[in-house]
Each structure stands twice: as C-alpha cells, then as structure tokens.
C-alpha cells in the first residue's frame, strides 16, 4: 500500500475550485480529475461555502512545519526561495544557541533511528 502525500489547500484555492463548480459548466467529476482531488472533498467544500461562505473554506489546522512546505515544492519564487533560506538559518541559529552542531543533530538522529529498527 502506498503512503498518500496528503495536500494543502487554501482558502483562495478551494474557493477558486468552487467558483469553477458553480460558472463553469463542469460536474464534479470532472472538475475532480482536472484538480486531481476526490469528489468528496467538492462535495464538503461546496456545503460549506453555501453554509458559511468563502469563511467557511478556512483551514481549522495551518501546516505545522512551514519548511516542509517550501522543501516540497518544486518552483519556488524568489520570495519563497528567501523565507526557506532565512528559515534554515533560525534553525541553525537556534541549534548553535542550544550547542550543538549540525553534525550532532544528524548522528543523534542515526541513534534514534537504529534504536528503531532495533526494536
């Protein structure tokens, strides 16, 4: 069984998806492989927009780790591009603060992981 790489939508996505649904003379079908999402996810996306409107397609849980945003994706702007780079550095920043080296995150991360595989 494969692991699902599961997406992000915003706000002004799913609202721009749901604006197709209603102007464009698409089914749900369609418009679900043109996006690549599941009818399922339409369907919850269209009741809450009639229910509660374009508020109603807010995120109740942001992405935890921003980085591993910005790591995914393929074509990063240059705004992008900055804010990975400047997210980088407050990590090692963070780190050299704590003590430890880049190094010493990498082999604690190597006991963590042969201690697993152990088990």
């Known amino acids: 069984m494969s692991r699902r790489k599961y997406r992000y939508w915003s706000k ?8 197709r649904l209603f102007d464009e003379d698409l089914g749900v079908r369609e418009l679900c492989r043109e996006e690549s999402i599941t009818t399922t996810l339409i369907y919850k996306w269209k009741a809450a927009f009639l229910e509660h409107g374009i508020e109603g397609l807010e995120n109740s849980a942001k992405p935890r780790n921003p980085l591993v945003k910005l790591q995914n994706k393929k074509d990063l702007t240059e705004l992008e591009q900055l804010q990975y780079e400047n997210m980088k550095l407050k990590i090692e920043n ?26």
Do not use: D, M, P
Request: charged share 45%; no cysteine; aromatic share 2%.
């Open 94 to 119: 963070s780190r050299l603060k704590k003590g430890y080296t880049n190094e010493e995150v990498i082999a604690n991360r190597q006991k963590k992981s042969s201690r697993k595989s152990t088990k």
């Open 12 to 19: 002004e996505e799913k609202h721009r998806i749901i604006r």
